[in-house]
């Protein structure tokens, strides 16, 4: 089996909802518009709700409310919408998934804190639209969830032999599969036809120095990434950035002194950030 072959029929366990094959329909078309996209989205309530919440929060910025679609579609613009539409589908349609081979909660409290701090990360290195930065980050491990679903008795294989290890996680995952997670997400993330930028941080999020493209993204999202774990795990944050390669610094203009003054405002967001993004909408499709 290859990761394409893996994700092939996944769209038979994962329940895709209409609105993102639509978005992603219109958004090979010439004729692409926000009015066009926004009536899309506000046929589903829920992922309406959550991109108003999103545009609302300090995240954007914006000093009035938004309070329509068509505007937070005006403001997101229509590539970052759909990366959106994507993140916010991505945690509502993978469910299923059995508590002893993830918890589901504790999965997407990381991809939204890496997503997070992988923005802010973006803005410190003069990204020009960092927002992508967030998508590409909360997005990064989506490859460990279509393992888990597509072959739960492979996972717990692998969950055996690592002990929850995360750093030999890869390399366990390639010799009992022939592939890692990161090969997955890449294959699942081209299925749905989303931008290579998010395909190469899928791709490389472990493995920066293998990126062909897009490689500023990907040295941010693994900053991100080794934060991310360090808050998580309890390892202390500052060891975790020494231990990133300097071709990986110099990729992105930062440093470990440079960065580690603004991890706790980074961890504040992402925890604010989360309520938006996985906290239930309360609202029922019309």
């Not at 010439?30 to 996209?37: E, N, T, V």
């Not at 995360?166 to 090969?183: K, P, S």
């Not at 309890?234 to 950035?241: A, I, K, Q, S, T």
Request: one cysteine or more; aromatic letters at 6%; a negative charge.
């Amino acid at each position: 089996m290859s990761p394409e072959e893996l994700v092939k029929d996944i769209d038979k366990l994962v329940s895709l909802p209409e609105v993102f094959i639509q978005v992603n329909q219109m958004m090979e078309q010439p004729s692409c518009s926000s009015a066009k996209l926004a009536d899309i989205i506000s046929a589903d309530t829920d992922i309406s709700a959550r991109l108003l919440r999103l545009v609302n929060s300090p995240f954007y910025g914006l000093r009035s409310n938004v309070d329509t679609i068509s505007r937070a579609v005006t403001i997101a613009g229509t590539q970052e919408l759909r990366n959106l539409v994507s993140a916010t589908i991505a945690v509502r349609s993978f469910t299923g998934i059995p508590e002893n081979l993830v918890n589901m909660d504790e999965f997407w409290r990381h991809g939204v804190t890496t997503g997070v701090m992988a923005q802010m990360l973006a803005k410190y290195s003069n990204v020009l639209h960092s927002e992508r930065l967030f998508v590409a980050g909360m997005l990064h491990d989506v490859g460990r969830l279509a393992i888990y679903l597509t072959i739960p008795e492979k996972a717990i294989e692998i969950m055996e032999i690592t002990g929850g290890d995360e750093w030999i996680l890869a390399e366990v995952e390639e010799r009992i599969l022939g592939f890692n997670h990161m090969d997955v997400g890449a294959a699942l993330m081209k299925s749905w036809q989303l931008p290579d930028s998010l395909i190469s941080v899928a791709q490389n999020h472990h493995t920066p120095s293998y990126a062909t493209t897009f490689q500023l993204d990907v040295a941010i999202v693994h900053i991100a990434l080794a934060i991310a774990r360090g808050e998580m795990s309890g390892f202390p944050v500052d060891e975790m950035l020494w231990a990133i390669e300097p071709n990986v610094w110099d990729a992105t203009g930062l440093s470990p002194e440079r960065v580690s003054p603004h991890v706790v405002e980074m961890l504040r967001t992402s925890l604010d950030t989360m309520g938006m993004i996985l906290a239930p909408t309360d609202l029922k499709r019309a």
